[in-house]
């Protein structure tokens, strides 16, 4: 099972890691994606949403119009791990693809 990421390893981990942040009060990381229009961000969701279950590791998000809101955390290590730090970067590289 992958193992919880240090604070420090975390924050190193999302200074590379464009547009990322950590969530206050929760072991977690989040970035809000804001694409041309609905279009745009449904196929970045569904991009990633195949992705998400290759790698069988979930994204917590919520989609309105052309924004999607994401948090990252593995919940069966209870914080940040490598997955997500994975699940992150693949991510930041389908919004590059996605036109818009
Ligand atoms: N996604 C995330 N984000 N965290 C998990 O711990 C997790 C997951 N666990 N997707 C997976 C599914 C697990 O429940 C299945 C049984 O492999």
Known sequence: MA???SAEARRQAIGGLSGWTEIEGR????????F??????FGFMTRAALV?????HH???RNVYKTVEVV?????????TALD????????AIARLTPG
């Open 3 to 5: 193992e919880r990421l």
């Open 85 to 92: 730090i994975e699940l992150a970067k693949t991510m930041n």
């Open 36 to 41: 041309k229009d609905f279009n745009e961000a």
């Open 52 to 56: 998400a279950e290759k790698m069988d």
């Open 59 to 61: 994204p917590e998000w």
């Open 27 to 34: 072991d977690a990381i989040a970035k809000t994606f804001v």
């Open 72 to 80: 990252l955390s593995t919940h069966d290590a209870g914080g940040v």
